[in-house]
Nanobody, 123 residues
């Protein structure tokens, strides 16, 4: 069982930055690939970024490449999403998720979800 709690969301102006954190519980955190997804009002939940448990490979949605960076600290059971150069279209609820799979780019393969944190970017 893994429980996930996100933090770090907020309101920021376009061009600004935020760092989201996801704190995980459970003894096997290092064996889960971790991902960030987001959902804007009226839209489906979409993949943002993930990091593999097996070799640390990172995956990004095209819309955030070069602006967002995902990282993890297995000792502290934390996952981060550094978001730079934020745009109004990044506004959404951001969710942390975990899966036992390796390449994690689909919400359908998530085993666990956090409750989400709101990110709002003003123009």
């Amino acid at each position: 069982q893994v429980q996930l709690v996100e933090s770090g969301g907020g309101l920021v102006q376009a061009g600004g930055y935020l760092r989201l954190s996801c704190a995980a519980s459970g003894r096997t955190f290092s064996m889960y690939s971790m991902g960030w997804f987001r959902q804007a009002p009226g839209k489906e939940r979409e993949f943002v970024a993930s990091i593999s448990w097996s070799d640390g490979s990172r995956y990004y949605a095209d819309s955030v490449k070069g602006r967002f960076t995902i990282s993890r600290d297995n000792a502290k059971k934390l996952v981060y999403l550094q978001m730079n150069n934020l745009k109004p279209e990044d506004t959404a609820v951001y969710y942390c998720a975990a899966t036992r799979g390796s390449e994690f780019t689909s919400a359908n393969t998530a085993d666990y979800w956090g409750q989400g944190t709101q990110v709002s970017v003003s123009s």
